[in-house]
């Protein structure tokens, strides 16, 4: 560990603050969106710009210490932190600069969706994100990015057009189609491994206003409604996403009294396309067995993309795993039945988001993010407020994931995995994981950068 005269001299040149286990604000830094996590970094920098982020990296090296890469705080498995290790926080570089003429957004990392969102929208536009706005755009956007957008837009990293990034030998450099092109194929996709992003440079498509919501059916309709979902969705125009779920109904309002924690299934939609066309889209969707509660309307964009953030506030307990699935077979819609009606908590879930459209236009081998013929993500959550269920959520869901197994096309989203799966890292990323451990090998051969869903450096 670093001397006194040595953490003094790094607060001295620092733009941002050190955080030590005996300052006030070291508790809250290390509170993360998943309570399940309880790591002691050694130090915090609170970065303000990028060139307290290079100090802050040749700091970590000339000390020996581990990293971890902290932005929106977001990421289930906890790796934001690091125990003993000093974290390179990134929480409070929140700049957004939007040029509308143009239609790009010069973003940094310590925004969350939500924030991102009420950016854009200002102006008619977006970029396609997540579906809960306390995620961070940095971690949902180096891991691929899904969100109701997908199905029109594409991913979130088939709007990225330029990053800025700090290495791990300090050097900051920009990584777009011309300048340090390996890379920033490596970054659309594959997670924090090659350095530090500290700008994100998007795309934005005009979007302001949506159709959407959630429809809920009784679960004991869970095999209809899924097999509905995926005829339905499969032809259907990019305008129409839709995302399905099983959930307990939520014990407050706007939810009416009678149904109330009651296990049911459901689809979360959204329409981006002409509003004359909305009653030819969605009739046949209603008149598909009555659907027991309906709040699907017109809303702004940015309101269906924290819809549920009340549900999921920050200072949850979570445990999650997921998969890659391909086809709804009957044999899978039973598995996920078997599980889907024997939820272990009220806020435990499980989501399948499709994943098609604009987002199959894109090569397998254009972005980091493989996979691109896949049909579904599928993502299982154990939630609770109670620790002492945190075994609970963590065994159910674990269950499920091994049941899923032989229904799943190999791997699976690594914004969606816990610490456990690191076996599973050169499986999810399929026909590009040599190709990304050659860039890891020429841009962080000691795998400096290492807390993360790892891709190691090749091996000459």
Request: proline letters at 5%.
């Amino acid at each position: 560990m670093a001397t006194d005269m040595e953490i003094e001299k790094l607060r001295a040149e620092l733009q941002g603050r050190v955080i030590l286990p005996e300052d006030s604000e070291y508790d809250e830094a290390r509170t993360l969106y998943n309570a399940m996590i309880d790591k002691r970094p050694a130090l915090f920098v609170k970065c303000k710009d990028k060139y307290d982020v290079s100090k802050a990296i040749l700091y970590a090296k000339k000390n020996t210490l581990e990293i971890s890469v902290k932005a929106g705080g977001h990421n289930g498995a906890g790796l934001a932190l690091v125990d003993n290790g000093l974290v390179i926080d990134l929480s409070e570089m929140k700049a957004i600069t939007i040029d509308p003429d143009k239609r790009i957004a010069a973003i940094e990392p310590g925004n969350t969706l939500g924030e991102v969102d009420k950016a854009t929208h200002e102006y008619g536009l977006a970029i396609p994100v997540g579906v809960n706005g306390n995620t961070g755009i940095s971690g949902l956007t180096l891991g691929g990015g899904l969100g109701f957008l997908t199905r029109k837009a594409g991913l979130t990293i088939d709007h990225l057009i330029a990053a800025e990034v700090v290495l791990a030998s300090g050097e900051i450099v920009t990584a777009n189609e011309n300048d340090h092109s390996d890379l920033f194929w490596a970054l659309r996709g594959g997670g924090g491994n090659f350095g530090v992003v500290v700008s994100f440079t998007f795309n934005l498509i005009p979007i302001k206003n949506v159709y959407a919501g959630p429809m809920l059916w009784p679960i004991e309709k869970a095999k209809d409604v899924m097999q509905f979902f995926d005829t339905h969705t499969k032809d259907a125009p990019y305008d129409l996403y839709g995302f399905f779920a099983f959930l307990k109904v939520p014990d407050a309002d706007p939810f009416p009294e009678h149904l109330r924690r009651t296990n049911v299934c459901g689809i979360v939609w959204c329409y981006t396309g002409s509003v004359d066309k909305i009653e030819k889209v969605f009739d046949p969707i209603r008149k598909f067995g009555s659907p027991i509660l309906d709040f699907v309307s017109e809303m702004p964009l940015p309101t269906l993309n924290s819809l549920f953030d009340w549900l999921y506030p920050p200072g949850l307990n979570w445990y999650w795993k997921g998969h890659y699935v391909n086809e709804l077979t009957d044999s899978c819609i039973a598995t996920n039945i078997e599980y889907g009606i024997d939820l272990p908590t009220p806020r435990s879930t499980m989501h399948l988001y499709p994943v098609d459209g604009k987002a199959h236009e894109i090569g397998q081998q254009d972005t980091a993010w493989a996979h691109r013929d896949i049909r579904w993500v599928q993502v299982i959550i154990g939630v609770s407020e109670d620790p002492k269920k945190n075994d609970l959520i963590a065994d159910w869901s674990k269950r499920y994931y091994e049941a899923m197994i032989p229904h799943s096309s190999g791997g699976g989203y690594v914004n969606f995995t816990m610490q456990d799966d690191e076996a599973r890292v050169k499986e999810s990323y399929g026909v590009n994981f040599e190709r990304l451990s050659e860039i890891k090998k020429k841009y962080d051969s000691e795998n400096f950068f290492h807390l993360n869903q790892n891709i190691k450096p090749a091996i000459s």
